[in-house]
């Protein structure tokens, strides 16, 4: 019998699949062509799951539910709140793009965005193998969907085939890794896992050879080198509403899944899996980075820059665990380190919000503003969306006080308080690459300031949409000068998950 707990644990859950439900079925009524009464339906649904997540976050409270399969911690609690916040915001600033389009003909696209967000928590509160996938494959066929969403669009039918092939592909290369852990294991449930590893297997080659293809399937969703040749064909192709869903709140459901199963399941083999995402880690800072220098496609550029704001994200993973003088691992680094991925992953997010939310208020019927060439002049028309998107790549870059720069140091922290020379190494390389990103973000900058407009349309926008982008662009700087409260929460869920 499944006792009252484990229902009271998945209860936001609960409500944004009835929601989803019901809102598809209400739809089949709405002839209104931006689909009002289920956009706010939608909006209210995604609001109450996000407070319900971030009250239950806030106790501090530590439980499962349905035999130990699912789990409700204030680090999935919070990351569960925000993807659902940034949903909402996602859906807020892709409205107008996507009604010009024909996208809400048949409001597809707000069903199809709670089913990905249901996705996301299933992963995200996963404490089992199975339960962990089944939320990834909910996300990435609901994902899908939505990039192929304009059948008639070429380019996007193209995004969506080349993400279906590489994400089966990928979803192919985890399931097949967490299968020969469990064969060497015995055990699907993550905790057990761990309690088998650390006592010691018979199958040790099995063990390692299945983590290769774990930390291979991770990198995919992650987008990290070498496993990153979907993110600039698919965040190009993909109707740009659509490439923030990719490109947002995903991020955080895929931190989720790292910290679940490598740091959860196979913290024991961190010394061996540690070296393997270091070497992502370089390989996305140094791809990532030069070959975002020579894009002038927008969201191309921007895709590339998340292949390398991801590879720095992993550098907080690899500081977590070092190795001591007597060859055992040292996990004193790993609170500090771990709380640092959190808070990188989040703020990377927000900023991620802000920039696509300004390329979305640009586009306009008939145009795509996503050539870097489309900003110019952009502070002439409009100063206030101009300082949006120049404090977006000023964060990105790692410029002070945004916010961008204190999740940066973060990182950098932790690495040098791992105090290996190895560790120090990254560091320095991760700031010479940063420095690299600089110059193809403050091309955006000087583009917008600097070069003559060849626009002059109106930028016009719905109140909902100039509200939240300017509240979004305002976080940026907020927690840049005022961080403390944000990195308070991520310490404190990664110090209740690693208890």
């Not at 809102?23 to 089949?28: F, G, N, S, V, W």
């Not at 509403?241 to 961190?270: E, Q, S, W």
Request: charged share 10%; proline share 3%.
């Amino acid at each position: 019998m499944i006792d009252s707990q484990s229902w009271a644990i998945v209860t936001p859950e609960l409500i944004l699949l009835v929601m989803a439900c019901a809102i598809a079925l209400y739809d089949l009524f709405v002839t209104t062509p931006l689909r009002d009464a289920t956009y706010r339906l939608t909006l209210l649904t995604l609001a109450v799951v996000a407070a319900l997540h971030a009250y239950a976050a806030s106790t501090g409270i530590t439980a499962t539910g349905f035999g130990g399969m699912i789990v409700s911690d204030p680090m999935g609690g919070w990351l569960k709140s925000f993807a659902a916040v940034a949903m909402l915001v996602t859906l807020v600033y892709s409205r107008p793009y996507a009604g010009a389009r024909d996208m809400l003909r048949g409001g597809e696209m707000f069903t199809l965005s709670m089913f990905a967000l249901l996705g996301m928590f299933v992963m995200i509160s996963g404490q089992n193998f199975l339960v962990i996938y089944m939320g990834l494959e909910l996300l990435t066929l609901s994902s899908y969907a939505l990039v192929a969403l304009r059948r008639d669009d070429v380019a996007a039918t193209e995004a969506a085939m080349k993400y279906f092939v590489l994400g089966a592909l990928a979803s192919g290369f985890l399931l097949y890794g967490l299968s020969l852990v469990y064969g060497a294991t015995g055990s699907l449930d993550v905790a057990q896992v761990a309690q088998a590893i650390a006592a010691g297997t018979d199958y040790q080659q099995v063990l390692v050879l299945g983590l290769v293809f774990v930390v291979a399937g991770l990198a995919f969703k992650l987008g990290v080198v070498p496993f990153h040749m979907w993110v600039p064909d698919v965040y190009h192709g993909a109707p740009t509403a659509v490439t923030l869903m990719i490109g947002g709140a995903p991020k955080l459901a895929a931190f989720a899944i790292v910290m679940r199963l490598l740091v959860d399941g196979l913290i024991p083999l961190a010394i061996d899996w540690q070296q393997m995402l270091a070497v992502l880690a370089v390989g996305s800072l140094l791809v990532g980075n030069l070959a975002a220098v020579a894009q002038t496609n927008l969201k191309r550029m921007l895709a590339f820059s998340t292949v390398a704001q991801m590879g720095f994200m992993l550098l907080a993973l690899v500081a977590g665990v070092v190795r001591t003088d007597a060859g055992g691992p040292d996990g004193s680094n790993m609170a500090a380190a771990y709380s640092a991925g959190m808070f990188y992953v989040t703020t990377y997010v927000l900023t991620t919000l802000a920039t696509f939310g300004v390329i979305l208020l640009l586009s306009r019927q008939g145009h795509e503003s996503e050539e870097i060439a489309d900003l110019a002049g952009l502070n002439q028309r409009s100063p206030l969306y101009a300082g949006v998107m120049a404090a977006c790549m000023f964060s990105l870059a790692g410029v002070p006080p945004l916010v961008g720069f204190y999740a940066k140091l973060s990182v950098l922290q932790a690495l040098l308080n791992a105090g290996d020379a190895l560790y120090v190494g990254l560091a320095v390389f991760a700031v010479l690459m940063s420095l690299v990103g600089a110059f193809y973000y403050l091309r955006v900058v000087k583009v917008m300031y600097f070069d003559a407009p060849t626009q002059t349309a109106e930028i016009s926008a719905p109140l909902d949409v100039r509200a939240v982008l300017s509240a979004n662009g305002a976080l940026v700087l907020l927690l840049g000068l005022l961080p403390g409260g944000l990195m308070a929460i991520c310490v404190q869920a990664i110090q209740a998950m690693l208890v």
